[in-house]
T-cell receptor, first 111, second 115 residues
Framework: RKEVEQDPGPFNVPEGATVAFNCTYS??????FFWYRQDCRKEPKLLMS???SGNEDGRFTAQLNRASQYISLLIRDSKLSDSATYLC????????????FGSGTQLTVLP | GAGVSQSPSNKVTEKGKDVELRCDPI?????LYWYRQRLGQGLEFLIY????????KSGLPSDRFSAERTGESVSTLTIQRTQQEDSAVYLC?????????????FGPGTRLTVT
């Protein structure tokens, strides 16, 4: 079983819609989580960190539920420019200081 | 400022040949990572360098893969006797320090195709 699992999608939503992605992790010795964004044929870029208390950055809200071992990303009022693959990323203690990436969830925002 | 750069951007090679991929990290970044991303997949960790510490090679898939880093600058990833399953995008990332407190900045990657 992969340490970080995501629904690959694709999610096709109309502009202005609200969309949510979930990600589950299997290693309870988790320390930190992140969402990265990867545009087609481009490198990943950090979107936001995920805190237990939940955190918001503009239209983006990230949540971490340690009891159920899942992370979520909510995008409100989606824009065409939000179309990308969203990678759930975990840093687990004992993983020698490297990040574990999920396979990504593909989002397409339609006009 | 300049970001992480990688070269070549694309490499096509015949099965059995050796290839060398280069990464120039952001100046001042002590940590450097190599990842592999197969088509439609997430990133697989390969190797991690931090300052003068011994590199963490735990992600290297076989002894055909090796990497070096000169001080806190350029790194090269070498794949010997390439196989078709080595076809992937190889991404390099650097960060100011090691661990999750430091954002990793990725280069554009090298797309390797083994024919």
């Amino acid at each position: 079983r992969k340490e970080v699992e995501q629904d690959p999608g694709p999610f096709n939503v109309p502009e202005g819609a609200t969309v949510a992605f979930n990600c589950t992790y299997s290693n309870s010795a988790s320390q930190s989580f992140f969402w990265y964004r990867q545009d087609c044929r481009k490198e990943p870029k950090l979107l936001m960190s995920v805190y237990s208390s939940g955190n918001e950055d503009g239209r983006f809200t990230a949540q971490l539920n340690r009891a159920s071992q899942y992370i979520s990303l909510l995008i409100r009022d989606s824009k065409l420019s939000d179309s990308a693959t969203y990678l759930c990323v975990g840093y687990f203690s004992g993983s020698a200081r490297q990040l574990t990436f999920g396979s990504g969830t593909q989002l397409t925002v339609l006009p | 400022g300049a970001g992480v750069s990688q070269s070549p951007s694309n490499k096509v090679t015949e099965k059995g040949k050796d290839v060398e991929l280069r990464c120039d990290p952001i100046s001042g970044h002590t940590a450097l990572y190599w990842y592999r991303q197969r088509l439609g997949q997430g990133l697989e960790f390969l190797i991690y360098f931090q300052g003068n510490s011994a590199p963490d090679k735990s992600g290297l898939p076989s002894d055909r893969f090796s990497a070096e880093r000169t001080g806190e600058s350029v790194s090269t990833l070498t794949i010997q006797r390439t196989q078709q399953e080595d076809s992937a995008v190889y991404l390099c990332a650097s960060s100011l320090g090691g661990g999750p407190s430091y954002e990793q900045y990725f280069g554009p990657g090298t797309r390797l195709t083994v024919t």
